[in-house]
Antibody, heavy 121, light 107 residues
């Protein structure tokens, strides 16, 4: 079945970087995009950005421009999200989700279970 | 950026009630809107896309509609499994800001 398996929980110090992985299976990886969404404790959903697994094009939410990098490895059907210069307010659950389009961010029809990232000194 | 105003933020209802949640877009997004359901500690789940198209496997008591820049998610007869938080999201542009969410609670 179609699924996205994310890497395990991370604890980071302020100023560090974190790289979360998202391994896809059950579908043709390069026929879709991957969006990343985060959710701080007790808060709503926040879209961070999108990458096309077809051609590697990216689109990042303005809030994260310059601090986030999204990549894919088509040989392993894995997407990655790296967030740098971490702050305490980056503490959140980070989700990857299959984005229905390969050319532009679209709706998200399959979600990973989430990766908890805790930023604390 | 397109802003989505979702209301109400909280809704108290009983099993069997008809429930309506609204999202209003700050500008035209045609029908490019999705609705998601999220339960505590779980990932969101796609319910509706293109304003009114039901995702496969989603019960038919869920429906979506659009009128101009106002979008509505309706649950025709609330079931115990439906108590959750619901989010709308536009997707016609590179701005995909979610609505603030509506928590459906047991009355």
């Amino acid at each position: 079945q179609v699924q996205l398996v994310q890497s395990g929980a991370e604890v980071k110090k302020p100023g560090a970087s974190v790289k979360v992985s998202c391994k896809a299976s059950g579908y043709t990886f390069t026929s879709y995009g991957i969006s990343w969404v985060r959710q701080a404790p007790g808060q709503g959903l926040e879209w961070m950005g999108w990458i096309s697994a077809y051609n590697g094009n990216t689109n990042y939410a303005q809030k994260f421009q310059g601090r986030v990098t999204m990549t894919t490895d088509t040989s392993t059907s894995t997407a990655y999200m790296e967030l740098r210069s971490l702050r305490s307010d980056d503490t959140a659950v980070y989700y990857c989700a299959r984005d229905y389009d390969i050319l532009t961010p679209y709706y998200m029809d399959v979600w990973g279970k989430g990766t908890t990232v805790t930023v604390s000194s | 950026d397109i802003e989505m105003t979702q209301s109400p933020s909280t809704l108290s209802a009983s099993v069997g009630d008809r429930v309506t949640i609204t999202c209003r877009a700050s500008q035209s997004i045609s029908s490019w809107l999705a609705w998601y359901q999220q339960k505590p500690g779980k990932a969101p789940k796609l319910l509706i896309y293109k304003a009114s198209s039901l995702e496969g496997g989603v019960p038919s008591r869920f429906s979506g509609s659009a009128s101009g820049t106002e979008f509505t998610l309706t649950i025709s007869s609330l079931q115990p499994d439906d108590f959750a938080t619901y989010y709308c999201q536009p997707y016609n542009s590179y701005s995909k800001t979610f609505g603030q969410g509506t928590k459906v609670e047991i009355k």
